[in-house]
């Protein structure tokens, strides 16, 4: 393999014995073409430094002297050492106390193919010291070797450290081997949000799949509107969509709408409407009695309507004498029931004013649930006909 291509005269495009004023013009053309202003993109941030790099030695007449004796002559011993570990490790130890020169990826990727574990550990450390750079080339290499499965991870962490490019379509085949952690598919996730890769639902939920501890704070910058996708998953009745964005809403404490939460309440089923309100409790959203009464109205949810008097409790919120009536008209002693010691246990949090029920709703509770009172607290039985106070 020729190290030319990856000299800081071929960098540059210009020949070994281009003159101080021809080096200067081919960076100023380059630099303009690469430069992180202009291209945004992480190869061409990549290219920069290397551009950058080059012309701080070319442009030197002593470090040009130096990388001319010194930095190809050690990148081919190099090269043709991979299979001596003791010259691998002593060859490093020049490049990176000289610092003349970058090591190449291409050296990195032989090594992989030929040289053992360490020399290979030692090369990789020596190109992000020498300012190389590392991209995916060297990850898909890796991944062809399962004996080299255990230097993904350093490989990865190079990656990062040297700002490399890498793929989805990489990632996809990462994932296919044993043992990835939720740590290296969250640091892969980082790079890749950090070039600006988009990384589709689709495949976050096949890491929602592969892992239950995976750390969705990590891609949170690839939902500009959280509540806006949920809200589309429960319109197609998506229930893996939904579970991911369970976790990802409530890792992040994004409060919850109560209308996303009341369409999950008009569903035939109440698996997905489970999900919704369980976000709702766990970021302290506030649930009112419309989302009871429509529980109410659906049979496929009533299983639900004790679990949101239990939100409506836990958040505050509104629960009138509405939702009385008509837990009166549904017959259930439970709900009433739940319902009056809510209205008991605001009115005792109350400093002016008691929660009361009118008299002829009183009068429906006892007759169409039991004889016995379904309440202790003396200023509802003997509540007068005035209307409830609303908190």
Excluded at 270 to 299: D, H, K, M, Y
Aim: with cysteine; hydrophobic share 45%; charged share 25%.
């Amino acid at each position: 393999m020729s190290l030319n291509r990856s000299s800081f005269y071929a960098i540059l495009n210009v020949a070994s014995n281009a003159t101080t004023e021809e080096i200067k013009k081919a960076y100023k053309k380059l630099a303009l073409q690469f430069h992180p202003d202009k291209n945004h993109s992480i190869s061409a941030a990549n290219k920069f430094k290397q551009i950058q790099e080059a012309y701080e030695t070319l442009s030197d007449p002593e470090k040009r002297k130096k990388y001319d004796e010194d930095g190809p002559k050690l990148l081919s011993l190099l090269m043709g050492a991979l299979k001596k570990q003791n010259e691998v490790i002593g060859l490093c130890q020049l490049l990176v106390e000289n610092k003349v020169i970058s090591i190449p990826e291409e050296i990195l990727i032989s090594a992989l193919e030929e040289a053992s574990m360490k020399s290979i550990e030692v090369i990789l450390h020596a190109v992000i010291q020498t300012g190389g750079s590392i991209n995916e080339a060297a990850l898909i290499v890796a991944l062809g070797d399962p004996q080299k499965h255990g230097l993904l991870k350093p490989i990865l962490a190079g990656i990062e450290e040297t700002k490399g490019f890498v793929t989805l379509k990489t990632f996809e085949r990462v994932l296919k081997v044993k043992n990835i952690d939720v740590k290296f598919s969250e640091k892969f996730c980082s790079i890749l949000i950090k070039q600006e890769t988009i990384i589709p639902v689709e495949f976050l939920l096949r890491l929602n799949r592969k892992y239950n501890d995976f750390n969705f704070a990590v891609v949170q910058s690839q939902f500009s509107d959280p509540l806006s996708d949920l809200n589309v998953a429960i319109k197609q009745e998506d229930y893996e969509k939904v579970a991911f964005f369970y976790k990802f809403l409530v890792i992040k404490k994004i409060s919850l709408p109560e209308t996303i939460l009341i369409r999950a309440l008009q569903l035939p089923d109440q698996a997905i409407s489970n999900l919704v309100l369980r976000i709702a409790s766990n970021t302290g959203s506030a649930v009112t009695e419309i989302s009871f009464l429509t529980a109410l109205a659906n049979l496929s949810q009533q299983s639900l309507v004790l679990q949101i008097l239990n939100a409506i409790e836990l958040t505050n919120g509104k629960l009138t004498h509405n939702a009385l009536e008509a837990a009166i008209k549904k017959g259930n002693r439970e709900y009433i029931v739940k319902i009056l010691s809510i209205f008991e246990a605001r009115k005792m949090k109350q400093i002016n004013g008691l929660w009361a029920i009118p008299i002829n709703q009183r009068l429906k509770v006892y007759s169409s649930s039991s004889s016995l009172p379904l309440t202790t607290n003396p200023n509802i039985i003997a509540a007068k006909a005035t209307p409830i106070k609303m908190m």
